[in-house]
């Protein structure tokens, strides 16, 4: 339940499982996706549906686990039905400085424009796109979202919180051990060529290596870099993972060393069992 760990191209920098960890226990929809192509939570929410039914056919207890909310509440929730967006006014858009689509957003869609930020270019772009394409804002088409399984599967939800200053530092210590070996992982997707728009050429760590590759920064600049995107990731996923998801659903908010993972473990266990 990962917008990167979809990726193929990113096992190292998206802290994929291993392959030895991948052979312990089915995994599904890690590493899947070439970086040429861009996932959306739609896209990853019907191939989810696909794994959760294979999973099911086989007797196995799905285990969803990852920290992308969008991909969560539209496999749960479902998504607004909004129609195929016009290419050609999708391109008009995608081709506006991020200052003049806000612009244009605030004319079209002024509501839209109070909740995003300015600097939400991924964001900006798709509210105008919508209105601009089919004359309604996405806030309306999301009034009435469809195709969410929430209510015809019996969830065990475990939301893990562990301290923050733990937290940011285990986060600091895994981008310092992955440093070389996303080197090469983010060389190698830079010989490809690919759009640098794409979700997987802008996935934390790659273009902070990207520019020291090209020497636009230094290798301690662009670990410190990498290491700060890392922690505001974890930061915006901490609060969303607090607040967004139903406040019934148990939140565990300790530190998490290889017992208490255990004990989870043993209590969602005991939870599918009963």
Not at 178 to 191: K, N, R, Y
Not at 224 to 233: E, G, H, L
Request: aromatic content about 6%; some cysteine.
């Amino acid at each position: 339940m990962d917008a990167s760990q979809v990726y193929r191209d990113l096992r190292v920098l998206s802290a994929r499982p291993s392959e030895a960890e991948e052979e312990a226990a089915p995994h599904r929809l890690f590493g899947y996706l070439d970086g040429a192509e861009s996932c959306s939570a739609a896209r990853w929410a019907t191939d989810a549906k696909a794994a959760l039914a294979e999973s099911a056919a086989e007797g196995r207890l799905p285990i969803l686990v990852g920290g992308t909310g969008l991909y969560m509440r539209t496999l749960l929730d479902g998504i607004a039905p909004v129609p195929e967006i016009d290419p050609h006014i999708r391109a008009d858009i995608r081709a506006l400085a991020v200052r003049d689509a806000y612009a244009a957003l605030s004319r079209e869609d002024p509501a839209a424009a109070v909740r995003l930020s300015p600097n939400d270019s991924t964001r900006v772009a798709r509210a105008l796109e919508v209105v601009r394409s089919t004359g309604r804002t996405l806030a309306d088409w999301q009034k009435a979202k469809v195709g969410g399984i929430g209510d015809q599967v019996e969830l065990l939800p475990l939301i893990l919180l562990p301290p923050r200053d733990w937290l940011y530092a285990r986060c600091d210590q895994r981008f310092a051990q992955m440093v070389d070996a996303g080197l090469d992982e983010v060389s190698t997707l830079l010989a490809r060529e690919l759009n640098p728009d794409l979700p997987v050429m802008r996935a934390i760590g790659v273009p902070e290596l990207a520019d020291h590759l090209a020497g636009r920064l230094s290798r301690d600049a662009a670990l410190a870099a990498a290491q700060m995107a890392t922690r505001n990731y974890a930061k915006r996923q901490f609060t969303w993972f607090r607040n967004q998801p139903p406040a019934d659903w148990p939140r565990h908010e300790d530190e998490l060393d290889v017992a208490s993972v255990d004990k989870l473990a043993i209590i969602l266990r005991d939870q599918a069992l009963t």
